[in-house]
């Protein structure tokens, strides 16, 4: 079992900038692909960042060239920067942690942080 913690989030100006923070339980970072996720009110979840065991690192279109997902693997913990944030990045943002083992998908998920830009 995989706990993720995630930390970070709350009310930021347009423009302005926040980290996230996902604390996981145990080193999982060389077996997991681990991601960023987010859900605004009224739409699905998004993939927004993911880096994978292997350090291939994948963003949602919307964000490229202003957020960063960054991990540090002696602290168990993944970053996401989010900078020159907009409105439309209002959401609650989701850590994940996933793996396929044979045909069987394993994922895990915090608990979720808010993130409101204020125009």
């Known amino acids: 079992q995989v706990q993720l913690v995630e930390s970070g989030g709350g009310l930021v100006l347009f423009g302005g900038s926040l980290r996230l923070s996902c604390a996981a339980s145990?080193?999982?970072?060389?077996?997991?692909?681990t991601g960023w996720y987010r859900q605004a009110p009224g739409k699905q979840r998004e993939l927004v960042a993911a880096i994978t065991s292997g350090g291939n690192i994948n963003y949602a279109d919307s964000v490229k060239g202003r957020f960063t997902i960054s991990r540090d693997n002696h602290k168990n913990t993944v970053y996401l920067q989010m900078n020159s944030l907009k409105p439309e990045d209002t959401a609650v943002y989701y850590c994940n942690a996933h793996k396929m083992v044979v045909a069987t998908s394993y994922d895990y998920w915090g608990q979720g942080t808010r993130v409101t830009v204020s125009s």
């Open positions: 145990g080193s999982i970072f060389s077996v997991y692909t």
